[in-house]
Protein backbone atom coordinates (compact mmCIF):
# COMPACT_ATOMS: atom_id res chain seq x y z
CA UNK A 1 0.00 0.00 0.00
CA UNK A 2 1.77 3.21 -1.28
CA UNK A 3 1.64 6.27 1.66
CA UNK A 4 -0.51 8.84 1.27
CA UNK A 5 -0.06 12.89 1.82
CA UNK A 6 -2.70 12.45 4.58
CA UNK A 7 -0.92 9.45 6.44
CA UNK A 8 2.21 11.46 6.37
CA UNK A 9 1.00 14.70 8.07
CA UNK A 10 -0.70 12.21 10.84
CA UNK A 11 2.80 10.47 11.25
CA UNK A 12 4.61 13.95 11.42
CA UNK A 13 2.06 15.33 13.75
CA UNK A 14 2.16 12.94 16.00
CA UNK A 15 5.75 12.85 16.22
CA UNK A 16 5.83 16.85 17.02
CA UNK A 17 3.46 16.67 19.65
CA UNK A 18 4.93 13.45 21.75
CA UNK A 19 8.48 15.54 21.49
CA UNK A 20 6.44 18.70 22.58
CA UNK A 21 5.39 16.38 25.38
CA UNK A 22 7.90 14.99 26.34
CA UNK A 23 10.07 18.72 26.51
CA UNK A 24 7.46 20.12 28.05
CA UNK A 25 6.90 17.16 31.07
CA UNK A 26 10.74 17.10 31.47
CA UNK A 27 11.03 20.86 31.76
CA UNK A 28 8.28 20.73 34.88
CA UNK A 29 10.09 17.59 36.66
CA UNK A 30 13.58 19.72 36.50
CA UNK A 31 14.47 20.25 40.27
CA UNK A 32 15.62 23.93 41.09
CA UNK A 33 18.71 23.08 42.70
CA UNK A 34 20.53 20.08 43.99
CA UNK A 35 21.40 19.79 47.54
CA UNK A 36 24.95 20.64 48.89
CA UNK A 37 26.53 18.77 51.30
CA UNK A 38 29.71 19.88 52.45
CA UNK A 39 32.84 17.32 53.00
CA UNK A 40 36.73 18.06 53.82
CA UNK A 41 37.28 21.02 51.01
CA UNK A 42 34.28 19.46 49.03
CA UNK A 43 31.18 20.54 48.18
CA UNK A 44 28.83 17.33 47.07
CA UNK A 45 25.67 17.63 45.39
CA UNK A 46 22.62 15.15 45.70
CA UNK A 47 20.11 15.54 43.34
CA UNK A 48 16.61 14.11 43.69
CA UNK A 49 15.89 11.53 41.46
CA UNK A 50 13.92 12.87 38.03
CA UNK A 51 13.65 11.85 34.45
CA UNK A 52 14.54 15.53 33.15
CA UNK A 53 17.35 13.80 31.56
CA UNK A 54 15.80 10.94 29.93
CA UNK A 55 12.99 13.13 28.42
CA UNK A 56 14.75 15.50 27.09
CA UNK A 57 16.65 13.03 24.49
CA UNK A 58 13.04 11.36 23.66
CA UNK A 59 12.13 14.74 23.34
CA UNK A 60 14.73 15.48 21.30
CA UNK A 61 14.75 11.99 19.20
CA UNK A 62 11.19 12.71 18.29
CA UNK A 63 12.39 15.68 16.90
CA UNK A 64 14.58 14.65 14.62
CA UNK A 65 12.38 11.76 14.07
CA UNK A 66 9.74 14.25 12.91
CA UNK A 67 11.97 15.74 11.06
CA UNK A 68 13.06 13.79 8.86
CA UNK A 69 9.61 12.45 8.11
CA UNK A 70 8.69 15.73 7.32
CA UNK A 71 11.64 16.08 4.93
CA UNK A 72 11.16 12.62 3.56
CA UNK A 73 7.26 13.82 3.00
CA UNK A 74 8.21 16.22 1.06
CA UNK A 75 9.96 14.60 -2.26
CA UNK A 76 7.98 11.20 -1.74
CA UNK A 77 6.58 10.11 -5.00
CA UNK A 78 3.23 10.05 -4.55
CA UNK A 79 0.80 7.85 -6.67
CA UNK A 80 3.99 7.00 -8.04
CA UNK A 81 5.26 10.64 -9.25
CA UNK A 82 7.93 12.25 -8.45
CA UNK A 83 8.91 15.82 -8.89
CA UNK A 84 12.42 17.28 -9.77
CA UNK A 85 13.45 20.02 -6.57
CA UNK A 86 14.04 22.62 -8.49
CA UNK A 87 10.06 22.87 -9.77
CA UNK A 88 9.83 22.63 -5.69
CA UNK A 89 11.45 25.32 -5.20
CA UNK A 90 10.48 27.55 -8.05
CA UNK A 91 7.38 27.98 -5.76
CA UNK A 92 8.39 30.96 -3.35
CA UNK A 93 6.02 29.86 -0.65
CA UNK A 94 7.21 26.18 -0.50
CA UNK A 95 10.84 27.58 -0.01
CA UNK A 96 10.23 29.90 2.22
CA UNK A 97 8.53 27.55 4.66
CA UNK A 98 10.90 24.79 4.07
CA UNK A 99 13.53 27.02 4.95
CA UNK A 100 11.55 28.22 8.24
CA UNK A 101 11.03 24.51 9.13
CA UNK A 102 14.84 24.07 8.86
CA UNK A 103 15.53 26.82 11.05
CA UNK A 104 13.32 26.29 13.77
CA UNK A 105 14.02 22.37 14.14
CA UNK A 106 17.75 23.18 14.54
CA UNK A 107 16.64 25.94 17.12
CA UNK A 108 14.60 23.62 18.59
CA UNK A 109 17.31 20.87 18.22
CA UNK A 110 19.95 23.61 20.08
CA UNK A 111 17.08 24.34 22.37
CA UNK A 112 16.51 20.82 24.11
CA UNK A 113 20.11 19.91 23.75
CA UNK A 114 21.41 22.32 25.18
CA UNK A 115 19.54 22.20 28.58
CA UNK A 116 19.18 18.64 28.67
CA UNK A 117 22.92 17.71 28.23
CA UNK A 118 24.14 20.28 30.84
CA UNK A 119 21.60 18.74 33.65
CA UNK A 120 23.22 15.73 32.41
CA UNK A 121 26.39 17.41 33.72
CA UNK A 122 25.53 18.67 36.55
CA UNK A 123 24.10 15.39 38.00
CA UNK A 124 27.35 13.29 36.31
CA UNK A 125 29.98 15.77 37.60
CA UNK A 126 28.19 16.23 41.01
CA UNK A 127 31.65 17.09 43.70
CA UNK A 128 32.78 20.58 43.55
CA UNK A 129 35.93 22.10 45.01
CA UNK A 130 34.25 25.63 45.21
CA UNK A 131 33.06 25.39 48.87
CA UNK A 132 30.17 27.81 47.92
CA UNK A 133 28.89 26.22 45.02
CA UNK A 134 24.65 25.94 45.43
CA UNK A 135 24.56 22.70 43.69
CA UNK A 136 23.23 24.69 40.35
CA UNK A 137 20.51 22.80 37.52
CA UNK A 138 19.85 24.07 33.48
CA UNK A 139 18.71 27.00 32.80
CA UNK A 140 14.46 27.17 33.85
CA UNK A 141 12.68 27.95 30.66
CA UNK A 142 15.00 26.99 27.65
CA UNK A 143 14.05 23.07 27.77
CA UNK A 144 10.29 24.39 27.79
CA UNK A 145 10.94 26.72 24.85
CA UNK A 146 12.50 24.50 23.09
CA UNK A 147 9.38 22.17 23.49
CA UNK A 148 7.38 24.71 21.75
CA UNK A 149 9.86 25.38 18.98
CA UNK A 150 9.19 21.61 18.39
CA UNK A 151 5.93 21.98 17.99
CA UNK A 152 6.55 24.89 15.55
CA UNK A 153 8.55 23.02 13.79
CA UNK A 154 6.22 20.03 13.56
CA UNK A 155 3.68 22.32 12.22
CA UNK A 156 6.27 24.31 9.58
CA UNK A 157 6.92 21.21 8.08
CA UNK A 158 3.11 20.33 8.14
CA UNK A 159 2.47 23.73 5.82
CA UNK A 160 5.68 23.07 3.87
CA UNK A 161 3.89 19.64 3.33
CA UNK A 162 0.73 21.16 1.69
CA UNK A 163 2.72 23.80 -0.19
CA UNK A 164 4.61 20.58 -1.76
CA UNK A 165 1.22 19.24 -2.88
CA UNK A 166 0.23 22.75 -4.54
CA UNK A 167 3.77 22.50 -6.46
CA UNK A 168 2.78 18.98 -7.57
CA UNK A 169 -0.61 20.35 -8.72
CA UNK A 170 0.77 23.28 -10.65
CA UNK A 171 3.63 20.51 -12.31
CA UNK A 172 1.52 17.89 -13.13
CA UNK A 173 -1.17 20.43 -14.32
CA UNK A 174 -3.65 17.72 -12.30
CA UNK A 175 -7.08 19.39 -11.02
CA UNK A 176 -8.60 19.24 -8.08
CA UNK A 177 -11.81 16.47 -8.63
CA UNK A 178 -13.28 17.31 -5.12
CA UNK A 179 -13.94 20.99 -6.31
CA UNK A 180 -15.00 20.34 -9.65
CA UNK A 181 -17.76 18.14 -9.74
CA UNK A 182 -15.46 15.11 -10.43
CA UNK A 183 -14.70 15.22 -14.21
CA UNK A 184 -12.19 18.08 -14.06
CA UNK A 185 -14.73 20.86 -15.68
CA UNK A 186 -16.10 23.51 -13.64
CA UNK A 187 -19.45 23.14 -12.83
CA UNK A 188 -21.99 25.00 -14.45
CA UNK A 189 -25.33 26.25 -13.88
CA UNK A 190 -28.58 26.58 -15.68
CA UNK A 191 -30.94 29.39 -15.10
Known amino acids: MAVTMKQMSIIISTLGVLSFIFG ?7 PAAGTPITGTNVVICK ?23 GYYSLFYPYQGKSIPQTA ?5 GFFVFFTIALGTTGLAAAMLLWPTVTEQLHQSRNIHHNLET ?15 LSLDSCLFWLVALMLADNARVD ?11 GSGEPIKATV
Open 24 to 30: VIAENKK
Open 47 to 69: YPSDPTVILGYLSVVFLAVSTFA
Open 88 to 92: LFKNT
Open 134 to 148: ECPTAKTGILGGGAF
Open 171 to 181: YFGESDDKVAG
